[in-house]
């Protein structure tokens, strides 16, 4: 697709993101989050590993406990450089295009993605073992019930306990899970933080699929209680296991979107928290090396050959996903465009790694000077309430040429009408 005039709508991103007291630090390595964050008193750790994307384990600190986590590790299925508030998206997500987990998907009883999994060997001096933590969602409110219910686990491994996953509530049988966790089911655990959008014309049913004019625009706003983007989460929880003093045992800590890549999870260990405590209280053998080199995810971007061949790429894709239409010398988006929306939505939602390239123009009344500031702000209209119903803004991309490429003659009632227009094409 030429481009003429464009602008692109990004976010940036940054290795280390600090908003209102909240860091969130993508850069240390796991063996260094592991045996210096969440470590607490009687373990000894080793034979640390990450699994995932760079981006879906980091840091995290707050001195104004928002979550009532001052400092721990967060591991998210999407991206933690998302986490820091404060919400202004009921539909705040990242999709990483990772693989998922095979013990995750048993336990969803469905198909992951984007997993995010820390595992490594452990040592304790006492018959108990714990750590605290908080499950939190994108997926609440309006995917309580549904499909997408996003799942984590804390897998412990070894003598007398076989293999069992400990991430439940206090009764020891429950997971937790947005479906099991939320404002209505163990709603004692639950604290909501749900963002009303009062800002767009247009909102997502969750339910129909599909673009609905939104009840709530322009009404007086209400913010979300708590300065973190997620929509809600649960109190700090505490998991437990009885252990063998002394002998090694094996934890896996992970965590995958269910049914698609989109909205985003994560789980904070609370920094410290890992430890042993009981009556039996024995010394420690020496079970692990001092070196210890984290593993990390594979790139999926193939190497150069030996031979210094240069790459193919191959040429991208387009899906012509319609028009919206606009009134004489508007730029507010029709009502009618809620159709054209819908398509845009579900298309995206089957590529979400594909670019949404929004595309404005007007008739030939007016100067050529402000034909392209209003093909200008008819694009952003409609790429900030595409933003709005859940499209990141970094996958769209703005283009405006004024009334330099006509759809129509631009003689007639009809064919003015026909090139006051915002095209939406993606491309994959």
């Known amino acids: ?15 280390n993101i600090s908003l209102f007291g909240q860091v969130v630090d993508t850069t240390r390595t796991a063996n260094d989050l592991v045996n210096n964050i969440l470590l607490g008193n009687g373990v000894q750790i080793g034979n640390v590993s990450f699994t995932g994307q760079k981006h879906a384990i980091g840091f995290y600190e707050d001195q104004t406990l928002q979550v009532g986590i001052e400092k721990g590790i967060l591991l998210t299925s999407g991206n933690a450089l998302f986490v820091a508030g404060p919400n202004k998206s ?3 997500g990242w999709a990483s295009d990772a693989a998922g987990d095979y013990e995750l998907d048993a336990i969803a009883r469905g198909k992951t993605y984007d997993a995010a999994v820390l595992e490594f060997d452990f040592v304790t001096v006492s018959e108990n073992l714990s750590f605290q933590f908080v499950f939190a969602s994108e997926e609440y409110l309006e995917y309580v019930g549904s499909k997408f219910n996003d799942v984590f686990a804390f897998f412990i491994e070894g003598p007398d306990i076989g293999k069992k996953n400990i991430a439940r509530l206090p009764d020891g049988s429950t997971p937790i899970t947005v479906n099991t966790v939320n404002n209505e089911l163990n709603s004692q655990y639950y604290i909501d933080n749900t963002y009303v959008n009062t800002t767009d014309p247009f909102i997502w049913d969750v339910r129909n699929r599909k673009v609905i004019e939104n009840k709530n625009y322009l009404q007086e706003e209400i913010p979300p209680k708590y300065n973190i983007q997620f929509d809600g989460f649960t109190q700090v929880l505490e998991a437990r296991c009885k252990v063998v003093p002394n002998k090694v045992y094996h934890i896996k800590i992970a965590i995958a979107d269910v049914g698609d890549g989109i909205l985003d999870s994560g789980v904070i260990l609370k920094g410290g928290s890992f430890r042993s405590y009981g009556d039996q209280v024995v010394s420690l053998d020496k079970h692990f090396r001092n070196e210890v080199t984290p593993k990390t995810a594979e790139s999926k971007r193939p190497a150069l050959a030996a031979s210094g061949r240069q790459l193919t790429r191959s040429i991208p894709k387009e899906i012509i996903l319609g028009n919206i239409e606009f009134e004489f010398d508007k730029y507010r988006i029709p009502v009618n465009a809620k159709n054209t929306l819908t398509t845009v939505i579900n298309e995206w ?10 595309i404005g123009h007007t008739d030939s009344w007016g100067s050529d000077q402000y034909n392209i500031v209003l093909s200008r702000r008819r694009s952003e209209a409609v790429a900030h309430a595409l933003s709005g119903l859940g499209i990141p803004e970094s996958q769209l991309v703005i283009h405006f040429y004024g009334e330099e490429r006509p759809l129509k003659t631009n003689d007639t009632t009809d064919g003015r009408a026909r090139n006051r227009r915002v095209e939406l094409v993606l491309s994959y």
């Open 1 to 15: 697709m030429a481009r003429y005039v464009f602008t692109v709508l990004i976010a940036t991103l940054h290795m």
């Open 90 to 92: 009921p539909r705040s």
């Open 349 to 358: 939602y089957k590529k979400p790694a594909g670019k949404i390239h929004v």
